[in-house]
């Protein structure tokens, strides 16, 4: 019988890196160019079928997007109160947004020790204003011990690796 | 307090909350329930995670608050979409609900309907963004300009500093060219037949060709650099003007082209670079007569310009003018303009450019007038030495009444 269990997993990084964009591709297979700034929390969810250590399990991943404006940093810790694990995400296109993963990785273990990480560098379809090289975010990501993906929200690729791999992470 | 003063002030404030028991069942609600649920009597034996999907995975921050661990659990700004698309923004705090002894006996969730702040919120984070990615590019692109200027300055150094090497380079080989040319049309070292005269005079006018435009060239990377230094003096313009007109006599009569000066009288001394104001008005006198057909007319005026503290030189022709496709572009270096083709004119297109650069070093201006196949007129102006300071007033005499 498969068991059905329900995680809570937040996505972290500053603003305009695209984490809206990761989540509304992974739950709702949806893109739009327009960028509209989220304040606060928004919550969705989305059931995936992993491979378990004991057997297959019905996941119920409650995704949290949260807002990456600087204005939000106090009220950040309540929101990661409780996460199984994050997508750290940052920008290929600025460079200065992977720096600052750090931040939010040290902000989300003070809240959630034992949380998993996913790293997120997207827009990797924008190649000619690539900032970030993979060799770079490979680095960071290995300094957090988690696995990295390149992804692009808007083509899709490598979004639904990204979260399934993190699924994977959260029923081990 | 009266529960209607409550059930008012909770409907204002847009204020709805739930209660629980110790296993979050939801035993009560009231307050704007239309915040909390669309059916309020559905709410009622619902798992609290169930009705509140943002409770799902806080098991533990629930459980710490039934145990009195945890006096209070706030989440700022949660968005929620309506059924018709809208973004709705509330406040969820979730407290301990004490009985009447005081133990902990489930959990009151209160949810306030925040939207109308939140939407400004939103719109004032969506400026501040915006703002903040425009200026993080123009940081970039100043970046690259400023490098991209940086490599310009270099290629343009590299370019000049070339430039005036290939000048002196080739500049060095016509003296003893010029000197021997010279010593064989003097007879020095024997009498020559006209053919030999001929084409050795041809040798001596292509010499001099090549002296100008390696005089030019060097004469436009040290502009370039600024390396050109002045020596200013007090000059007669009207003595120089005739020196230069009595060395162009014999090129401009060789076309049977008229030469007139006409130069007002009284006039003051001028501060200029004596060579240099040769220069300028040389290079003046010189296009004007390459641009004028055989029999044409040229004439030089020298008066007192309109602005205060200036001398204005003219050169007029009654030659082929300049298009106006060129106008724009006849000070440029290395621009020939369409005449220049067509009257086979000689010159690499530095004359004007340099004689623009010496002009405004003195401080002054030069301009143009021109009609096709009517003739151009030039006009440069030079300052004056020791302008006096000027006067309050005018200088007008006033009689006594």
């Known amino acids: 019988m498969q068991k059905a269990i329900s995680k809570k997993i937040c996505l972290l990084g500053d603003f305009a890196v695209g984490k809206t964009s990761l989540m509304r591709r992974f739950v709702y297979d949806l893109f739009s160019d327009k960028y ?34 600087e204005e939000f940093d106090r ?11 994050a997508v750290l995400v940052c920008d290929l296109t600025r460079s200065d947004t992977l720096a600052c993963l750090r931040t939010y990785a040290g902000e989300l273990r003070s809240v959630s020790p034992d949380a998993r990480l996913v790293l997120a560098a997207n827009k990797c379809d924008l190649a000619d204003r690539q900032q970030l090289t993979p060799a770079q975010v490979e680095a960071v990501a290995v300094g957090f011990g988690a696995p990295y993906y390149i992804t692009s929200a808007k083509t899709g690729d490598q979004v639904e690796a990204l979260f399934r791999h993190l699924a994977r992470l959260l029923v081990v | 307090m009266d529960p209607a003063i409550t059930r008012l002030i909770l409907q204002d404030l847009k204020i709805a909350y739930a209660i629980t028991d110790a296993n979050l069942e939801v035993v009560d609600v009231g307050g704007a329930v239309d915040v909390l649920c669309d059916e309020p009597e559905t709410c009622l034996g619902c798992s609290l995670p169930d009705m509140v999907p943002e409770l799902i995975g806080c098991e533990k921050v629930l459980a710490d608050i039934l145990d009195g661990d945890l006096p209070r659990f706030e989440l700022a700004w949660t968005n929620r979409e309506t059924a018709d698309g809208r973004t709705l923004y509330l406040t969820i705090v979730d407290l301990p609900y004490r009985d009447r002894t005081g133990c902990v006996a489930g959990i009151l969730h209160l949810v306030q309907d925040v939207t109308e702040m939140g939407l400004v919120d939103r719109q004032l984070a969506q400026n501040r963004n915006e703002l903040r990615l425009l200026r993080d590019q123009l940081t970039r692109q100043n970046l690259a300009l400023a490098a991209a200027n940086a490599e310009l ?25 010029r000197g021997y040319v010279e010593v064989l049309l003097d007879g020095d070292v024997g009498p ?145 303009a369409k005449s220049a083709v067509l009257t086979g004119a000689s010159g690499a297109g530095l004359g004007l450019h340099i004689t623009r650069s010496l002009v405004e070093l003195h401080g ?29 007033g005018d200088s007008t005499a006033t009689a006594e009444v």
């Open chain 2, 192 to 336: 020559l037949n006209e053919e030999q005269r001929e084409y050795l005079e041809v040798v001596q006018r292509s010499v001099r060709r090549l002296r100008t435009l390696t005089d030019n060239l060097l004469d436009v990377t040290r502009i370039e650099a600024g390396r050109i230094e002045l020596l200013l003096q007090r000059t007669d313009l009207s003595a120089l003007i005739k020196t230069i007109t009595a060395e162009y006599r014999p090129h401009v009569e060789a076309k049977a082209q008229s030469l007139t000066l006409h130069a007002s009288s009284h006039l003051p001394p001028a501060l200029c670079d004596q060579a240099r104001a040769e220069q300028i008005i040389g290079n003046l006198l010189s296009n004007a007569s390459k641009y004028t057909p055989e029999g044409g007319q040229i004439a030089i005026g020298l008066e007192l310009a309109h602005k205060r503290g200036f001398l204005q030189v003219s050169v007029a022709d009654n030659g082929v003018g300049i298009p106006v496709e060129d106008q724009s572009k006849l000070f440029d270096r290395f621009f020939r």
């Open chain 1, 75 to 85: 009220v950040r810790a309540s929101y990661l109160r409780g996460a199984a694990g």
């Open chain 2, 364 to 392: 002054g201006r030069i301009w143009f007038e021109t009609e096709l196949g009517q003739g151009s007129t030039f006009y440069v102006t030079f300052p004056i030495a020791d302008v006096p300071a000027m006067n309050s």
């Open chain 2, 153 to 177: 300055r270099r290629l343009s150094e590299m370019k000049s500093a070339f430039v005036s090497v290939a000048a002196h380079e080739l500049r060095t080989p016509l003296a003893p060219i």
């Open chain 1, 36 to 69: 509209i700034s989220t304040i606060g929390v928004k919550v969705s969810r989305k059931t995936v079928v992993v491979a378990g250590t004991d057997g297959v399990v019905e996941l119920t991943m409650m995704i949290w997007d949260l807002g990456g404006s």
